[in-house]
């Protein structure tokens, strides 16, 4: 047989050289994609990282803590992944550092001194359910944390004023809400971001304005809104809108502004998925308005705020529950308690409260259990001696009673608890109905809960057992009730109401 020609033997050796040659230069490839891909990640972290400094940050030792150890920062982030969260987000309405315009418009800080939570919003993170939003109003009566500056109660916002740990504390120790991390923005903040973003769109049935916010809209339809113009539909609570020829009141002031605080929420997480991360020079704009603006505590970390980002980027606006804690107005416009006058203030509402923060926080709703129970009697009506007697028929060790005077007409009955003694609290919170409230106090004894009762107020726990039967012809007991008493009369707010006929919308085009 012939031997083959050099070319054909070089042939299988050439091949072999190309395929050789081929995977250096699929693998330098790879490797120049990866190494890309590392810088452009690392590029971006840093960039994170050096916005993330700018933000100022507080130590609030208030705030729930996930577990943490000396991993580090892969440790903390997986911890935060792991586990559901609740954030305090506030728009603060303290005038430091206002721009000179916006001071002439909204007040200097010497004019409107202190600092107020004008809008407050409590977002919960599950990994599972997604996110809820609560709404809580800012007129709320309670129970303020020891040594606050405007007193032992006040409307909840006014709990701003003695720094964010003591809104903090009033939240959690009033309401049994576990706060997890604090995001704090102010006017200016507000503004330059949705500025930053180009402004966003909102459909106007009719005109509107409010003279104490600066909202002035005109013209009816999509409208487009800078940053001071949302900033004043945000703000308002005195709106007025036009329609048959005249303008009217909106009579719900604060729990309207609520309900069009969330259409907006919708309007601006929209905008910003559609406009603010998918261009790099925008998003850079928002981000450079936004770090010097805002506050948040020291334990958001870069690594949790890009979980959140990755885990949570995608919801939908539209399908996220937004709820508003349900309360009642107090008719008299401006209440007294004491010797200190407070304005138009809203009351809580049980049991409708904690079914709304149960709601919220995806847990089941309280279930009353027997605890030790002192009742003192603060109602000014007698109040007293009917909660004892149904406290104990319902079960409860009632081991003492007492009066005091009644610092006010009407008033909530306050559940007063002691250092690891929230859960017994809530045990008896679930027994009462009507405006009531929970409060830490560090005198209250160890295994001992104490209800101060007020003039809003019933026993809505059924009894241990079913009573037994009457024996026959006797005369039939009395129907008990459980219709909550609220003041006045007034109706129970919903957790969620629909949008009015003068409120903005989103518009129906694409922003």
Known sequence: MAEPSPELRRAPRHAAARRRRGWRRALVAANVVVAVALVAASTA???????YSQVTKVHLPGLVHHGRDSAGPVAVLNAEQAAAMTILLIGNNTRTGLAPGDATHFGSSEEVGGARSDVTMLVHLDPVHGATILSIPRDLFVPLPAGSMVGPVGKVDAALNDGPEHLIEAITDDLGIPIHHFVSIDFDGFQHVVDALGGLDMSFPVPL???????????????????????????????????GGRWHDDPESDLSRIRRDHEFLAVLA???????????LRANAVLGDLVNQVTIDDGLSVGTLLSLLRRYGGLDPDTTPELTLPVTLVPEGNYRYGDGAYGS???PS???????????LDEAPLTPAPEPVEVVDASGT???????AGLAAAGFQVVGQSWAAAPAYPSETVVRYGLGAVGAAEHVLAALGGAVMMAYDASVPAG????DVGSVVTVTAPGPSAAPAAPAGAPAAPATTTTVPTPGGQPVTPSVTPLQNFDPTQCSAPA
């Open 45 to 51: 972290y840093a960039y994170v990282t050096y916005r």
């Open 209 to 243: 304005r409010d003279a104490y916010s600066g909202l002035n809209v005109t013209t009816t339809g999509c409208q487009h809104l800078d940053g001071a113009e949302a900033l004043a539909l945000v703000r308002a609570r005195h709106l007025e809108y036009y329609e």
């Open 270 to 280: 929209k905008t910003v998925k559609a406009r603010g991360l998918a261009d790099p």
């Open 345 to 347: 203030v809203v009351f």
């Open 350 to 360: 049980e049991p409708a409260d904690h079914q709304v923060i149960a709601q919220f």
């Open 382 to 388: 007698g109040a007293g001696q009917r909660v004892a």
């Open 448 to 451: 001992t809960v104490v209800v």
